[in-house]
């Protein structure tokens, strides 16, 4: 079954755009729908994407919508492979949890929510992961700068340390 | 902080709330610490255990101590000279990681990579996962209490450490594999090594299996341990060995076939009932299968160049710089300002030694990839491993890690 034309038949008016590149077959979704979405695509006879690959999210500033989110979703029964992207505004980047579908997708959606800030509804532990729980920002923003460190040498050994962050006596 | 300080320590119990229970609030079961610093979670791996008495009640993992932000530093590097970072991810695996960026690469900019390179590449990605598996099992077997089989998995990881040093040049951090092929070619000495680890791993193989396979201390601390369901291995999106350990017969080597996989024969191993003895029998038996692909690769390698001939994206080979201003051209516009791929997005999965290694690349048109994303299989392992451990003993606890075999730099990134 042609996985687009399935999607487009069964939620006509959440089917945004679709992309082929390379091979690969991008839908482009409504994010309000996107558990629907998901829901269809791994129960429906034909479609049986049974296999939640990989979710990320990217930043496209300056583009508005600045935000997108990516499932990567594969069928083990029809070895094929399917993108869906939700776009989402930079004021408001909130999208609904896939995990009542997927459960592979707990900590992907919490490693998103932690380095880019995009929040997920419905989820239900959605706490930072991999960057300390106090840290202020969201490191793979496009504007987040990236940081460095300067390097110490003898000469300048007392100036470099007075700047670094940790905890002083 | 004196022993007393530290004994009645209560610590913040909001920290607490939604991550144990109620009973673990009120006292009536423990919390316990498990890392970052504990010689079996493999790395600095942090478990908050709630305990009731030795049962596991629910363990929540905190990862993120190795988090070295590879995928922001990739974004300010050229294509080429991010693939140094793919090495230090999964730091068992170098050529493994490698291969999964060169192939997003060449898919972006669907560049040809020649047949003898293709080769090269999996007969290396085959001999890593040995590598990879050696300290799997050495460490595995460690934690359960087997330390001879700890010392023999590493003198033999030695000699694999040694072929790559006389491919690369470098033990661990290869970075071997170049968007339309390799580095450079292989030299004279690497066949005859290969060759001699062929002839000599095999028994070692059995050596292991010897000491484990059948003896009744392995089979009580790993059998009907750490169970998991086929279903449950999909639905929590387990892949490679965990996932095989539980009986679902796919192996990206043959589902999606990469770096003409296609062209080798070779069987993908399959367990039955999903706990932690299933998924060591499936890596012993991968052992054996990767080095008859090895051998079939080193038979039947083909002649002729390891790079792609497209000048575009491939710089030229140094022999032509003194003769050809054209390749002055390219090799210069190569090393100063990078290629360009064009727009698009691709998601390239391969099968690395731990499961489903997935790299995610976008590109806007630039030099510099506009976000690289890396699907790891020991983060989503690591995920999936709450549900292993509940009711489990605390002892059987570090069974389980280490039959998901985990690496912390794979899973922070």
């Not at chain 1, 991008?26 to 729908?33: A, H, L, N």
């Not at chain 1, 490693?111 to 202020?136: A, K, N, Q, S, V």
């Not at chain 2, 299968?289 to 575009?312: C, M, T, W, Y």
Request: with cysteine; aromatic share 10%.
């Amino acid at each position: 079954m042609d996985p687009v034309a399935a999607l487009r038949e069964a939620f006509p008016d959440a089917v945004r755009d679709t992309q082929e590149f390379r091979g690969e077959l991008t839908v482009i979704v409504d994010g309000v729908r996107i558990v629907d979405i998901c829901r269809h695509c791994r129960d429906t006879a034909g479609l049986e994407y049974n296999f939640l690959s990989d979710v990320t999210g990217i930043d496209y500033l300056p583009q508005e919508p600045r935000f997108g989110v990516v499932y990567h979703l594969y069928s083990m029964l029809h070895n094929r492979s399917l993108r869906l992207k939700v776009l989402l505004s930079a004021e408001n980047p909130i999208v609904p949890s896939v995990i009542p579908v997927y459960a592979a997708a707990n900590w992907f959606e919490r490693e998103i929510y932690d380095l880019l800030g995009i929040m997920f509804t419905d989820h239900p532990d959605l706490r930072r992961l991999l960057m300390p729980e106090d840290w202020d920002g969201h490191p793979l923003r496009k504007d987040y700068p990236l940081g460095y460190e300067t390097v110490q040498f003898s000469f300048n050994f007392d100036e470099v340390d007075r700047h670094k962050p940790y905890a002083k006596e | 902080m004196t022993v007393s300080e530290i004994t009645t320590w209560q610590g913040d119990v909001e920290q607490l709330k939604g991550l144990v229970s109620e009973r673990a609030l009120s006292g009536e079961t423990m919390v316990l610490n498990m890392g970052p610093q504990h010689p079996s979670t493999h790395g600095v791996l942090r478990l908050l255990l709630e305990l009731d008495g030795e049962n596991i009640i629910s363990c929540v993992p905190d990862v993120g101590f190795l988090h070295t932000g590879i995928e922001k530093n990739m974004e300010a590097k050229r294509y080429e000279q991010a693939i140094t970072m793919t090495d230090r991810m999964d730091y068992l695996s170098p050529m493994g990681n490698n291969l999964v960026y060169c192939l997003a690469m060449e898919k972006l900019i669907d560049l040809d990579v020649p047949l003898r390179a293709q080769y090269i590449r999996v007969l290396l990605a085959e001999l890593t996962r040995i590598n990879s598996h050696l300290v799997w099992l050495a460490t595995h077997a460690l934690d359960i209490g087997a330390m001879s089989v700890f010392l023999y998995c590493f003198r033999e990881r030695e000699k694999l450490l040694d072929i790559f040093e006389i491919v690369s040049g470098q033990r661990m951090m290869s970075t071997y594999f170049r968007p339309g092929g390799l580095w450079r070619d292989v030299p004279e000495e690497f066949e005859p090594a290969v060759r001699d680890f062929l002839d000599y791993f095999p028994g070692k193989i059995d050596d292991y299996e010897n000491l484990l396979t059948s003896n009744p201390l392995w089979l009580d601390r790993t059998q009907g341990i750490g169970f998991l369901s086929a279903d449950d291995a999909i639905r929590l999106g387990c892949s490679g060995p965990t996932l095989r350990g539980s009986g679902v017969n796919w192996d990206i080597r043959k589902a999606i076939p990469y770096s003409s996989y296609d062209h080798f024969d070779f069987e993908v191993p399959l367990g039955q009932h999903g706990d932690v003895y299933d998924r060591y029998i499936v890596r012993m038996k991968e052992l054996r299968q990767s080095l008859h692909i090895v051998r079939q690769a080193l038979d039947n390698l083909p002649g002729g160049p390891v790079r792609s001939n497209n000048r575009k994206y491939v710089p030229p080979p140094r022999s032509e710089l003194g003769q050809s201003m054209e390749a002055v051209i390219h090799h210069f516009k190569l090393w100063t300002e990078g290629f360009r791929p064009p727009e698009g997005e691709v998601y390239v999965r391969v099968e690395s030694p731990r499961g489903e290694l997935g790299c995610f690349l976008a590109s806007d048109g630039s030099p510099k990839p506009w976000r690289v994303h890396f699907r790891t299989p020991t983060f989503v392992h690591l995920s999936a491993l709450p549900h292993m451990a509940k009711d489990h003993l605390i002892a059987d606890l570090v069974g389980i890690i280490g039959s998901i075999d985990i690496v912390l730099g794979d899973c922070d990134r």
